[in-house]
């Protein structure tokens, strides 16, 4: 749940990079509460329009953290943001884009900054 909190608090932050954890762990927390969402709106029916407009409202709401982690995620494969739009493609491009967030990060600094793994279990003793 810190990285789905950690992603969200990054709101737009399009710079910098973001671990394979980071990425994949705001995506499954991401989908979990789509599906409850989705899921408890089609059981309810009489009033399953308020959780229609909540999944809709909660759509909206993750659509930019997203976006920013999943760019993020590529900058810590060394690609652009840029190459995002490969999800434009049909079927080719979403797979392209899984295989990039399945990759390993770049060893070291890159042009988007150092690499967030090494840097998570340093703790400064004084």
């Not at 959780?51 to 409202?57: K, T």
């Not at 079927?91 to 967030?116: E, K, R, W």
Request: charged share 15%; net charge positive; proline share 3%.
């Amino acid at each position: 749940m810190n990285w789905y909190v950690a992603a969200l608090k990054k709101y737009a932050d399009f710079t910098g990079r973001s671990r394979r954890k980071e990425y994949w762990m705001f995506t499954l927390v991401n989908s979990i509460i789509m599906f409850v969402l989705s899921f408890t709106a089609s059981l309810v029916d009489s009033s399953g329009i308020i959780f229609i407009v909540l999944y809709a409202i909660y759509a909206l709401a993750v659509f930019v953290p997203s976006l920013a982690v999943t760019v993020r995620r590529l900058h810590d494969t060394g690609r652009s943001g840029a190459w995002y739009f490969l999800v434009f493609v049909p079927v080719v491009g979403a797979i392209v884009i899984l295989v990039f967030m399945c990759l390993d990060s770049d060893h070291g600094s890159n042009q988007y900054g150092p690499t967030p793994k090494h840097f998570e279990n340093i703790t400064v003793t004084t």
